[in-house]
């Protein structure tokens, strides 16, 4: 599975969209794009994921570039509840199960 | 589904004591993982089970590991004996194969976290 580079940390003003980027320059063909977050003392939450088109669901947006090599997840409204680390994570589905998490993103989300 | 149920939440132990960690898979889900966090290592993969069979556990750390899938509604983690570098939090994950809407998304349990005196 390829390597993700997430900035180690970011701010957003509560209210605003959070854009959390993630470069993958090295994904391949058949990898998808996953995004999770760990709030504080909790496990990874699933948010989206997302092969080539844009993705959008109740809790965030996925955008991925034309040529795949990254990506940016919107949360649209912020609330201080978003405060978290947010981890990009590119795989294939259904094989290789040994997933790089790396640091991950810490968004804080202030008022 | 009351989502993947790990036990206990937290054990404080002293050195050389058995830690067994418990796991209640999300009912359906065929494939389990164990999981460990540490500030300096942060999420590793220590081991993973399909359909109950251990498919990989290379990253499980030395033989005072081990983890079992008896049936598929339970799995342990077991450390024995404990050392104060065991002190984390154990994630146990589950999700389902195939190509079903929520396939291969990993549903996370709350951990448990290890204290090793």
């Known amino acids: 599975d390829a390597k993700t580079t997430q900035p180690p940390s970011m701010d957003c003003a509560e209210g605003r969209a959070a854009n959390l980027p993630c470069n993958h320059s090295?994904?391949?063909?058949?990898?998808?794009v996953y995004w999770y977050r760990q709030i504080h003392s909790q496990g990874p939450q699933y948010i989206i994921h997302?092969?080539?088109?844009?993705e959008t669901n109740e809790m965030a947006s996925l955008i991925i570039t034309e040529d795949r090599k990254s990506s940016t997840l919107i949360l649209p409204h912020a609330t201080l509840r978003d405060t978290a680390v947010y981890y990009c994570i590119v795989r294939v589905d259904g094989s290789n199960y040994q997933l790089i998490w790396g640091a991950g993103t810490k968004l804080i989300i202030k008022p | 589904d009351a989502g993947v149920i790990q036990s206990p939440r937290h054990e404080v132990t002293e050195m050389g004591q058995e830690v067994t960690l418990r796991c209640k898979p999300i009912s359906g889900h065929d494939y389990l993982f164990w999981y460990r966090q540490t500030m300096m290592r942060g999420l590793e993969l220590l081991i993973y089970f399909n359909n109950n069979v251990p498919i990989d556990d290379s990253g499980m750390p030395e033989d005072r590991f081990s983890a079992k899938m008896p049936n598929a509604s339970f799995s342990t983690l077991k450390i024995q004996p404990s050392e104060p570098r065991d002190s984390a939090v154990y994630f146990c994950?589950?999700?389902?194969?195939?190509?079903?809407?929520?396939?291969?998304?990993?549903?996370f349990g709350a951990g448990s976290r290890l204290t090793v005196l």
């Open positions: 090295t994904i391949s063909g058949n990898e998808y």
């Open positions: 997302g092969l080539k088109n844009n």
């Open positions: 994950a589950s999700s389902l194969s195939g190509l079903r809407p929520g396939a291969n998304v990993l549903t």
